[in-house]
T-cell receptor
């Protein structure tokens, strides 16, 4: 299947700082990437759809000014958590793929102190 | 929008037994149903999928069945092994949208 990488795998930051997470498609071009958030023992919650060359589409309840998404190339989408707070601590996962089948990145565990 | 219900939330079996996880969906337009396995701290991995023009699909010890009329689909794992222990997610999506709606997950525990 398609390979999706994500960086960093783990980040610890102080409250108030911004954190950037990268999602890359390694062996295919991704016009669309998806960003999810997952709390412990819970399901995947779609945050936004990242579209190459255009604005991201955010799900209801997700603050677009808080979670900035940039999809400047066909292989890279970034999610920036701005002014992070402890409640933003979570597991963030991106996905992409060809046709309906989605492949997930390895995830980024964010801990905000 | 689409709503996917998944049961049970936890399933505990003995090694060698079969395990069945069931999902229902609400949008009759959904036509693609993947299943993902997620081990602790790792990414969800696609293990099997089925499209609405097929009623059943099998891959070694895992199989998925789909009942379009009843809008439900199930994952069957036979001869379970301890390494099958993980959280399994079902999902449904409408072809072309590529956006799956996930179930809440089933934590499968296989006791040696």
């Amino acid at each position: 299947g398609a390979v999706v990488s994500q960086h960093p795998s783990r980040v610890i930051c102080k409250s108030g700082t911004s954190v950037k997470i990268e999602c890359r498609s390694l062996d295919f071009q991704a016009t669309t990437m998806f960003w999810y958030r997952q709390f412990p023992k819970q399901s995947l919650m779609l945050m936004a759809t990242s579209n190459e060359g255009s604005k991201a589409t955010y799900e209801q309840g997700v603050e677009k000014d808080k979670f900035l998404i940039n999809h400047a190339s066909l292989t890279l989408s970034t999610l920036t958590v701005t002014s992070a707070h402890p409640e933003d601590s979570s597991f963030y996962i991106c996905s992409s793929g060809e046709q309906e089948t989605q492949y997930f990145g390895p995830g980024t565990r964010l801990l905000v102190l | 929008g689409e709503n996917v219900e998944q049961h049970p939330s936890t399933l505990s079996v003995q090694e060698g037994d079969s395990a069945v996880i069931k999902c229902t969906y609400s949008d009759s337009a959904s036509n693609y149903f993947p299943w993902y396995k997620q081990e602790l701290g790792k990414r969800p991995q696609l293990i099997i999928d089925i499209r609405s023009n097929v009623g059943e699909k099998k891959d070694q010890r895992i199989a998925v069945t789909l009942n379009k009329t009843a809008k439900h689909f199930s994952l069957h794992i036979t001869e379970t092994q301890p390494e099958d222990s993980a959280v399994y997610f079902c999902a449904a999506s409408i072809g072309g949208s590529y956006i799956p709606t996930f179930g809440r997950g089933t934590s499968l525990i296989v006791h040696p």
